[in-house]
């Protein structure tokens, strides 16, 4: 399994899936299951609330992760307390989310359990920090959620691999397009100026970013308030970072404003990216350049080519579409055949 | 009157909470909710207690020994709920014994680093018993599960999942029924300590409260009061906030003397930009701090135990209420002129009362006002600009300009009208020229009539 070697070169991933149901949790079983079991120590937490037995959406049954005896994980208590399996307890974190406080244990006899973890992205990056520094785990992995009701951006791992599927879409093409385009989006280089960001990037409003990296804000809200910022405020910039989404029309706005002068446009990471492929393309093609602040290495695809409704694409036919569209290792976990 | 009360008033309480470093934020929420002295013998206990510590971490070696304790107390938790139920009963689950047994850890770690230096404000009771029953396995370490060593068929059957696994999920469901079991035996054991458990949190909270108070004493410069009874004195008094922004302006804050006597309303009287909010300002804080057992921003003070202190501080204004600066401020002099009347004790720091009002009907309330308090058990500091003609008060007034640079020195003053230096100070102020010489004239004429 090639991309179990990228995992291990990495020192934190996200598994991310385009959709619910494109078997995201079983490709993370997939993963932890392929981790060597000795000399690693792996640690599980997922992006917030993740993880029902049942889905609440579509009523199908979610596979809950199975954690082999040495895992560290974290959930919330109220998942910790229906675990099935032993495990010791760590820590227990100040912050609640809905389900409880986080806690953090180790498997001592395998078993299964759901993951539901930090649902802010600061907090899941400390998270990452906290288990490698007082726990010594040498690989985190995040279950993470693509979605727009999702706060935490898995951008802060250093490598992902993205989960899609017949869910998503029950036509190959479009299936494949939208995952093309997500791969695209990830695939955003990091920016190459050097921002002066002492700490954390704001997050709120837009910003001027200068030459010298120094950062002033631009008296705008946000980015859905752009559609009133003036030329002469955002010339001389060397890039103009937007905290919040990135819309059609604030995608719009920026063409106009931003390409002729040679201005960038810098996000956090792709999460912020709401603007449809059309008019991502629009912008790219009439010469904007978009880079991120925070980048993940796409390791690899998994494809699922079951939908819940019933419908099964053609497996192999599905993953070289994929693999020919984005240049990426493509993988179909439930055939699970591939050598080890 | 409890702290948290008072931590938005306009008198800076909030900003000497957030100058405190605690080791756990749990500490920060049981100061918040302590309740404010108002006794002679109270105020003396908190600072004996925070005498011991103050003297402690003065020295080297009882400086490191707190920092320890310091690093200790950084996992302490609010665990007052999970105690509460394990009182009336309920199992603990797995999280809660965790918590239970960080608690002990804590504890008696905390218990051993101060042994040696006996110290008599706090008491840590002996929880070794809760953390050999917690840690029957003697690992040392604060984790938790229910541990193999509980129920010698655990570790049979756990042996048999890690080796042959458990599909059919039976061995698990055997396990979980004996984990329940010792939970129950744990939570039964556990239920007759909760008396101990609750005295170690709040004494682990207590040193931490009083170690930040410590540190707190020397970083803000600090002094232990004196208990006076019938006067209030400051020598060399500092508002600690204005201080820290001026010192990062390279300025300093220039300290002033004030002396207050119960029975005898002062006035305080001086030119605009004098420092006389700042004053009554101070001196709200300063009360506060004495009450809640801190350090006061002083060289040395004399301070009289209250059971009140009303702070209105001129911009008063209840939006919430609907009431206007007026009404608020009369409400509020309502409610000294009542209460003192019942013969309760109080502080009242009056910034321009009446001000929004018209000079003339101004002069009249705060002059009947002192007349109505005078003799009463109150410490009263008014600071005006009207020309109060109250008897029996003691009047001081702040020095002011002396050639273009203010003096904030609190002098004596007698009883004729304050001085008018509003027209020189906005002349310092670069302000409209023509105006203020138009201002000097339209004096003149007055001062003709």
């Known amino acids: 399994m090639p991309f179990i070697q990228e995992i291990l070169g990495c020192k934190s991933i996200s598994v991310v899936g385009l959709e619910k149901n494109t078997g995201k949790t079983e490709c993370l079983n997939y993963i932890l299951r392929r981790l060597p079991s000795s000399g690693l120590t792996v640690a599980v937490s997922s992006a917030g609330t993740d993880g029902e037995r049942v889905d609440m959406v579509t009523g199908t049954s979610k596979p809950e992760i199975f954690l082999r005896e040495g895992i560290l994980f974290s959930t919330s208590e109220k998942y910790y307390r229906e675990r099935r399996l032993t495990s010791e307890i760590l820590s227990v974190s100040r912050k609640g989310t809905s389900t409880g406080r986080i806690v953090t244990a180790r498997v001592l006899t395998g078993g299964k359990i759901l993951l539901s973890g930090h649902p802010a992205t600061e907090d899941l990056k400390k998270w990452i920090e906290d288990v490698s520094v007082s726990h010594g785990a040498d690989l985190s992995i995040i279950d993470g959620a693509l979605s727009r009701l999702s706060i935490a951006s898995p951008a802060v791992t250093e490598g992902m691999v993205l989960a899609t599927g017949a869910a998503l879409s029950a036509s190959m093409d479009t299936l494949v397009r939208k995952t093309a385009y997500t791969a695209s989006l990830i695939a955003i280089p990091a920016t190459e100026i050097r921002i002066d960001k002492r700490g954390d990037m704001p997050s709120k409003g837009l910003w001027r970013v200068e030459n010298d990296g120094t950062m002033n804000a631009l008296e705008h809200e946000s980015s859905l308030t752009a559609g009133s910022i003036l030329p002469e405020e955002v010339k001389g910039a060397e890039a103009i970072y937007a905290s919040g989404a990135v819309t059609d029309r604030f995608l719009n706005q920026m063409q106009t404003l931003l390409v002729k002068e040679g201005i960038q446009l810098i996000v956090r990471d792709f999460t912020r990216i709401f603007a449809s492929q059309g008019h991502f393309n629009s912008f790219i093609r009439s010469g904007g350049v978009i880079k991120v602040v925070n980048r993940s290495k796409l390791i690899a695809i998994c494809a699922n080519p079951v939908s819940p409704e019933g419908f099964i694409l053609d497996s192999s036919k599905l993953c070289g579409l994929l693999g020919d569209a984005t240049g990426l290792p493509v993988y179909d976990i439930m055939k699970s055949d591939y050598e080890a | ?449």
Not at chain 2, 211 to 234: C, D
Request: charged residues 25%; proline residues 4%.
């Open chain 2, 1 to 449: 009157m409890k702290l948290k009360t008072i931590l938005d008033l306009p008198c800076g309480m909030r900003f000497i909470f957030s100058e405190m470093e605690f080791a756990s934020s749990f500490s920060g929420q049981v100061l918040l909710d302590s309740v404010m002295n108002t006794t002679p013998a109270a105020i003396e206990g908190s600072y004996n207690e925070l005498r011991e510590f103050l003297s402690l971490y003065q020295t080297i070696g009882g400086s490191a020994t707190l920092d320890k304790c310091r690093a200790a107390l950084l996992d302490l938790r609010d665990i007052r709920n999970t105690l509460t139920a394990l009182e009336s009963g309920k199992v603990p689950d797995d999280v809660e014994l965790f918590e239970i047994k960080n608690l002990a850890f804590i504890s008696e770690k905390v218990r051993g680093i101060l042994a040696p230096v006996n110290l008599k404000s706090v008491n840590f009771p002996d929880l070794a018993d809760i953390v050999s029953l917690l840690d029957p396995e003697g690992h040392g370490i604060p984790s938790f599960y229910i541990y193999d060593s509980f129920d010698s068929k655990l570790s049979e059957l756990r042996k048999k999942i890690r080796n042959s696994g458990d599909e059919s999920g039976a061995i698990l469901a055997e396990c979980l029924i004996i984990e329940a079991r010792v939970r129950e035996m744990l939570g039964n054991r556990l239920k007759g300590s909760v008396f101990g458990l609750r005295e170690a949190l709040m004494s682990l909270a207590k040193a931490d409260i009083l170690i930040s108070k410590s540190i707190l004493t020397k970083k803000l410069n600090l002094t232990i009061p004196e208990i006076a009874t019938g006067i209030n004195k400051y020598s060399s008094v500092f508002n600690p906030e204005i201080s820290a922004i001026l010192s990062r302006e390279n300025k300093t804050f220039q300290k002033v003397n004030i002396e207050l006597d119960l029975n005898k309303p002062t006035i305080l009287t001086g030119a605009n930009m004098g420092g006389k909010s700042v004053v009554l300002k101070t001196l709200a804080l300063s009360q506060f701090l004495f009450q809640f057992g801190f350090g006061v921003p002083a060289a040395s003070a004399e301070i009289t135990p209250v059971e009140e202190i009303h702070y209105s501080p001129g911009d008063l204004q209840d939006m919430t209420r609907g009431l206007s600066s007026f009404a608020a401020e009369m409400k509020m002099a309502d409610r000294l002129i009542k209460n003192s009347a019942h013969g309760h004790k109080i502080l009242a720091l009056l910034d321009e009362p009446a001000r929004t009002t018209n000079p003339q009907e101004g002069t009249a309330l705060v002059t009947s006002l002192l007349n109505i308090l005078n003799g009463r058990p109150v410490f009263v500091l008014v600071a005006t600009h009207y020309n109060v003609k109250a008897k029996g008060c003691a009047r001081i007034r702040v020095k002011g300009l002396e050639e273009g640079k203010m003096n904030y020195e609190l002098i004596e003053a007698g009883e004729s009208a304050p001085p008018r230096e509003a027209v020189n100070i906005a002349l310092s102020l670069g302000i409209d020229r023509e105006w203020l010489d138009e201002a000097i004239r339209v004096m003149d004429e007055q001062n003709k009539e």
